[in-house]
């Protein structure tokens, strides 16, 4: 057993004022630019590369080299691996046994299916826009086409081809619903490819633009049940073009 020595008074121990603790220094980050995995990243350039690939026009199947496109990429297979997974179960490649990795074309029947899907949900994004949309915002979709007046094709194919794609795009994002966004987005990504090869089939082109017109109109007054229409029959148009000149879908398989 042991006993304490008595403290003296006036000792630093009881009467000298604590040392105030400094704060401790903070570390300052820049917020991240990118918080995207390799894989993710991987996948965003690898769909990016599909979707700009011109698969309908072309007999040949298009073959990804895992090893190739790491090489490309700057990063290890494993991230490129994780993103075709990815991209397999979007429907955008597929794997063949013993002989590698494949761009999908789909079928005819397939493309018809897609469009019939589409014209479902985008004829109720048009129904949303004339209820809930801005005028301001309504208007952004007439001036896509101050280059095409009066139905006539005044720019370049593929220039107007790109327009009509960011108009179909733009219907879908006008409506503010988040769920028929989400489930428009992976389905029109595959639409994307089809309709840049039928855009130059049978003067689709015009029709095209005068469909646009009519359907802006629409909205424009807000005149529900026509906008809800033409956006319908138009998407459905596709389908019946499809259905009838596009045997091509069928050629590779």
């Avoid at 990243?41 to 690898?46: F, I, K, V």
């Avoid at 999908?104 to 949900?121: N, P």
């Avoid at 007046?149 to 327009?163: C, I, K, P, T």
């Avoid at 108009?167 to 992976?186: K, P, T, W």
Wanted: proline share 3%; aromatic share 6%.
């Amino acid at each position: 057993m042991y006993t304490r020595a008595p403290r003296r008074a006036g000792s630093r121990r009881d009467d000298a004022a604590p040392t105030p603790r400094r704060p401790a220094e903070r570390v300052a980050l820049a917020p991240l630019q990118d918080v995207s995995t390799f894989a993710d990243r991987a996948y965003a350039a690898l769909r990016d590369v599909i979707v700009s690939l011109d698969i309908y026009s072309q007999s040949d199947e298009v073959r990804l080299d895992e090893r190739r496109l790491a090489e490309d990429l700057g990063i290890s297979r494993t991230p490129v691996r994780e993103a075709m997974a990815q991209l397999e179960r979007e429907g955008f490649i597929r794997s063949v046994p013993r002989r590698g990795v494949y761009v999908v074309r789909k079928t005819k029947q397939q493309v018809i299916e897609m469009i019939t899907a589409w014209a479902a949900l985008e004829s109720m994004a048009a129904r949303l826009i004339t209820l809930h949309a801005t005028d301001a915002d309504i208007a952004t979709l007439r001036k896509m086409f101050t280059k095409f007046e009066n139905g006539q094709l005044h720019a370049r194919l593929d220039e107007y081809s790109e327009v009509n794609i960011r108009f179909h795009q733009a219907i879908i994002a006008m409506s503010g619903n988040g769920v028929l966004i989400d489930l428009a987005e992976n389905l029109f990504t595959h639409m994307r490819m089809i309709r840049r090869k039928t855009i130059a089939e049978k003067d689709r082109a015009d029709r095209s633009i005068r469909d646009h017109m009519n359907i802006i109109q629409a909205l424009e007054a807000r005149d529900t049940a026509r906008a809800e229409e033409l956006v319908r029959q138009h998407a459905l148009g596709l389908a019946e073009h499809v259905a009838a000149y596009a045997d091509y879908l069928d050629s590779v398989q």
